[in-house]
């Protein structure tokens, strides 16, 4: 036993050496090492041998470029930020720090994200562990840029990037209600922390902007319509230009294994949105419902019991600790309960969901049980076929709160609205809903244990619909999608008959799905080439203007009675605009806005409404033969001659002095008036309108028998570091209106005139 210890320490001789060099040998495969090319505008094409150093390569390379963005965001879902900016400030969503804290608290919990953990594949970890080795081997080497050198920004742990990840999963349901959540308190009960009601009114503002600041659009067209009998792709997702939900463009390469090419989102060692050799796919937000409300009826005596098939029972309690950074510096502890039903935890929206002596709610997530949504694009980006690719969307279900639309090399496209929903039937929502809460939300009774959700084993998870109970649709002319239900995602072939919370039919589209409708008609007659699925965003049609044009400028011509000097002005902008937003559009645009924005929130403002048996042509028109509506439309004429002279507009004035992204000016405009190249803005003291969301990551995939061949670009650049020379040359090529081809093989990638080469090992 001596001997053995000695010989083993010292390593000294024949069969006992060959040992010892075997296990350093070992040892030192662990290390990751990866290949990091950049080429033009920046972008990053990793390549490493095994996971773990393809994990280290995303994490070095994207602390490169984002660094600061993902240091904020790892402070916001660890509940850290009255730690240290203040429980007053806010977040980047503009929710107040301590709320953010106690939600993010009562969402990550050490049990919560351990388990998590433990259900991820062995791939998984080692491409996270990477990750996190990667990006903390930048921040020791280069430190963090001037703008986060602060306490708040350390290396990472594997936990940090779960938190992230559960983070995305909740945006489409409860993390909408983080104020709610946090709020909710028995009657007559004081809360430690409470939003106030100005929380409350930028909470339902940010519920009513989701699908618009992640909304989409997507093209998938099939061997019939296509230039090249291959199939094509357009993707165009509607996400943020800041923080938490900002794509990052990447290639990831483990040779003889994988090769994919697209975007992630923060914190994500996968990619979302992308292509590899054969297949190529987009997601965009879809209307399927992701949680559900159940009304608690209490239990008389006791406002924190409630009654469930007649029995009396408790809410469960839990306490949550957050820290507070006080005014002298010091950091208190903050106590927090919240209160949960086996439906979810109980929120409080006051007017709407109140807490009284009758009535609590519970909310219950279908997301916060899916931990396979990294696997799931872990294997859509390996899928070599589109059938692959579908069955491992089908199997596994980690899709959360997005459909998916891919063609293939073979000609084929495909839509898919297969994400997690909870498994209510149209039959369980008649006999469980309250038909007069509508189904905006989705409220089932609580006090019957019959209305929680049904579970079928078929599906990959506990409480949600089975895939086969989902809708998709393939095709070989095309499929197209715009943030609707799945309906009529080919009008040739409608989908109908899901439950509505999956889908619902006969409803009216949005203008930018009937703009898509409308453009694929129009191209039937010829073959269906790149060029026109740029041109279906970058010509930047303005859809609704074709609609009701008319009728403004007759209502110009014949209406305007004494306000006519006034308004001769916005009358001569909208002839003369070109029903456009580019950036040479005239001020005929900002009056359009304003009009429309107004005129929308009168329901009978069509001259022609909806009709479901014309759902691409209705409605449409205005109804100026109206007097209501007539009235309405002079007071928005008025409105919009003084907002536009208060803002200093003349009729020189062009759209892409207004609409910005610092000082660069961009074209698009807003998704209501069915403008496929959707922005959203906010208004700066200097009277433009900073974009905040909008086209993101837009790239446009064909197939050849060499494989892939795309045009892409990044709206809002790859880096967010004000410093680094990627901070916005693509954005000034996307005001351009320059897609550039994305380099794949090695050939191009080497061929790149920008091509620089970094090789990085643990």
Same mark, same amino acid.
């Given at each position: ?12 001789a024949?069969l ?10 070992r ?14 505008f920046?972008?990053p ?12 390569g995303?994490?070095y ?5 984002n660094?600061c963005?993902?240091?904020?965001e790892?402070? !916001?879902?660890?509940?850290e ?6 429980p ?11 709320t953010?804290?106690?939600f ?27 990750y996190?080795? #990667? ?6 080497e280069? #430190?963090a840029?001037a ?10 742990v ?5 938190k ?18 946090v ?12 939003p106030?009601?100005? /929380?409350f009114?930028?909470? /339902? ?28 792709? +357009? ?10 939900m ?7 390469t483990?040779?003889g ?7 992630a ?5 996968v990619?979302n ?6 297949v ?23 406002s ?7 029995k ?11 820290q507070?950074k ?15 039903s086996?439906?979810?935890p ?14 609590a ?15 799931q ?28 639309v891919?063609?293939?090399d073979?000609?084929q ?5 297969l994400?997690?929903?909870?498994n ?10 309250d038909?007069?809460?509508g189904?905006?939300?989705?409220m089932l ?23 086969e109970?989902?809708p998709?649709l393939?095709?070989t ?18 989908? !109908? ?15 930018r ?39 403004? +400028? ?13 308004l001769?002005?916005?009358? !001569?902008s909208?002839k ?12 005929? %645009?900002v009056?359009?806005?304003?009009? +429309?924005?107004h ?5 009978d403002?069509?001259?022609?409404a909806?009709d ?7 409605p ?7 007097a209501?509506v007539?009235?309405a +439309?002079?007071e ?13 507009l003349t ?7 207004i ?7 961009i ?9 496929y ?22 790239q ?5 028998n ?5 045009? #892409? ?28 081809? %994305? ?18 090992k643990?």
């Open positions: 036993m001596i001997i053995s210890n000695g010989l083993s320490r010292m390593c000294v024949g006992l050496l060959g040992l010892c060099l075997a296990a350093s040998a040892e030192q495969a662990t290390q990751a090492s990866a290949e990091i090319r950049r080429t033009s920046g972008v094409h990793i390549r490493a041998s095994d996971e773990r150093g393809l994990g280290f995303i994490g390379a994207y602390a490169q470029d660094l963005l993902l240091a904020n790892v402070v !916001t879902v660890n509940g930020r009255a730690k240290f900016f203040g007053d400030q806010s977040t980047l969503e503009e929710r107040n720090n301590l953010s804290d106690v993010f608290t009562w969402l990550n919990t050490p049990e919560a994200v351990a388990t998590f953990w433990k259900a991820q594949t062995p791939q998984i970890r080692q491409r996270i562990e990477g996190v080795a #990667g990006y903390n081997r930048y921040l020791k280069q #430190g840029p703008q986060c050198q602060a306490a708040w920004v350390r290396p990472l594997v936990e940090d990037l779960v992230l990840t559960r983070r995305l999963l909740v945006e489409g349901g409860v993390g909408q209600f983080a104020e709610a959540l709020g909710a308190t028995p009657p007559q009960a004081t809360a430690s922390v409470q106030s009601a100005k /929380a009114e930028l909470a /339902a503002a940010n519920q009513q902007r989701f699908s618009l600041d992640r909304g989409s659009n997507a093209v998938a067209v099939g061997r019939d319509r296509s230039f090249n009998g291959r199939g094509m792709l +357009l993707a165009n997702p509607h996400f943020p230009w800041i923080g938490g900002r794509f990052y463009e990447m290639h990831l483990i040779p294994q994988l090769d994919v090419m697209g975007a989102l923060p914190g994500l060692p990619v949105i992308g292509f590899n050799q054969h190529a796919w987009t997601h965009t937000v879809d209307t399927s419902k992701h949680f559900t409300l159940y009304r608690l009826t209490l239990d008389p005596k006791d924190k019991r409630y009654l469930l098939d007649g009396s029972v408790p809410l469960e309690k839990t306490s949550l600790k957050v507070v006080q005014a002298d510096g010091s950091v208190k502890d903050v106590t927090h309960t919240v209160y949960s086996q439906f979810g109980v929120v409080q929206w006051p007017g709407k969901l109140d807490w009284d002596s009758h009535y709610f519970s909310l219950r997530d279908a997301n916060l049980g899916n931990d396979r949504v990294l696997q694009w872990y294997a859509m980006n390996r899928a070599t076929s589109l059938k692959e690719l579908q069955t491992s969307v089908q199997t596994l279900q980690g899709i959360p709160w997005v459909n998916t891919a063609a293939d073979q000609g496209s495909l839509y898919m609205n994400s997690v929903v909870p209510v039937s149209a039959a369980k929502l008649a006999q469980c809903s038909p007069r809460a189904l905006q939300l989705i009774d609580g006090a019957h244990s019959a209305c929680a959700w049904d579970v079928d084993p078929r599906a990959a998870q506990a409480g949600i619909f089975p895939a109970q989902l998709q393939q095709r002319d095309y499929v197209q999608h715009s943030n609707d239900s799945a309906w009529l995602a080919n009008p040739k072939a409608p989908l !109908t008959g899901f439950s509505p919370v999956i889908s619902q039919d006969n409803i009216g589209l949005g203008p799905a009937r703009f898509a409708v409308q453009r694929l008609h129009s191209l039937e007659k010829h073959p269906i080439s790149v060029a026109d699925l740029q041109n279906m965003v970058m010509d930047n049609q303005v859809y609704l203007a074709s609609q009701v044009m008319p009728d403004l +400028l007759d209502y110009c011509a014949k209406q305007l009675g004494t306000d006519a000097v006034a001769q002005p916005l009358c !001569t909208l003369t605009w070109d029903q456009r937003a580019n950036l040479d559009s005239g001020v005929g %645009l009056h359009f806005i304003n009009l +429309l924005e005129l929308q929130q009168s329901p403002a069509w001259r022609v909806f479901p048996a014309q759902p691409l042509t209705t449409r028109g205005l109804a100026i033969d109206r209501p007539a009235k +439309l002079r928005a004429m008025l409105a919009s001659t003084a907002d536009v002279a208060k803002l200093g009729a020189n004035s062009r759209w892409g002095d609409q910005v992204c610092g000082q660069t000016p074209h698009g405009g807003p998704q209501e008036l069915g403008i190249n959707a922005m959203q803005t906010v208004p700066r003291a200097d009277g433009k309108r900073e974009v905040v969301s909008g086209s993101s990551y837009l446009i995939v064909t197939f050849d060499n494989g892939p061949s795309a045009l #892409g670009v990044l709206a809002f650049s790859e880096s967010s570091n004000p410093a680094s020379s990627h901070a916005k040359d693509q954005t000034e090529a996307f005001s351009q209106k320059k897609l550039r081809p %994305l380099p794949f093989t090695e050939a191009q990638i080497k061929a790149d005139p920008q091509y620089q080469q970094q090789l990085i643990e």
